[in-house]
């Protein structure tokens, strides 16, 4: 998505479910997403994550136990999330937060094959 504009989605609820570690965001476009905190962190919007660039990202390995500990709102467009493993950089923006919802399917199983290919594993 290219970023915030009037039209873009705007969460309207957000829940933390500590025990079984999902984020869910109602949209005030109707969408409704559950976002595991795995899936957030190995997503993190990070350039310790992203890199500065296509092809400097970094796969991420023994993420499948980690827990969002701390959210913190960023102005009236985004969230700092912060994991259990430490990880608290980023800007998780309404507009990639929405992205991740929609396309969690497809990003998941990209995830799952760049580790079966690395011979990663998800367990710390």
Same mark, same amino acid.
């Given at each position: 998505m290219?970023? *915030?504009n009037? /039209?873009?989605?705007?969460p309207?609820?957000?829940k *933390?479910?500590?025990i079984s570690?999902?984020?869910?965001m109602? =949209?005030?476009d +109707?969408?409704?997403f ?9 997503? /993190? ?7 500065h660039?296509? +092809?400097?990202?970094?796969?991420q390995?023994g ?11 960023? +102005?009236?467009?985004a969230l700092?999330?912060? =994991?259990?493993d ?5 800007l998780? /923006?309404?507009?990639?937060?929405y992205?991740? +919802?929609?396309?969690q399917d497809? *990003?998941?199983?990209d ?14």
């Amino acid at each position: 998505m290219t970023g *915030l504009n009037k /039209s873009s989605p705007r969460p309207t609820d957000i829940k *933390l479910h500590q025990i079984s570690r999902v984020l869910e965001m109602d =949209f005030d476009d +109707g969408a409704k997403f559950k976002l595991p905190c795995e899936y957030l962190r190995v997503y /993190s919007p990070s350039a310790e994550v992203r890199g500065h660039g296509h +092809g400097q990202e970094t796969l991420q390995t023994g993420k499948e136990l980690v827990n969002v500990v701390g959210i913190e709102p960023v +102005g009236l467009y985004a969230l700092k999330l912060t =994991f259990s493993d430490g990880h608290d950089t980023g800007l998780y /923006s309404w507009d990639y937060l929405y992205e991740l +919802g929609s396309r969690q399917d497809e *990003l998941w199983q990209d995830y799952l094959e760049k580790l079966a290919v690395a011979g990663g594993k998800r367990t710390p």
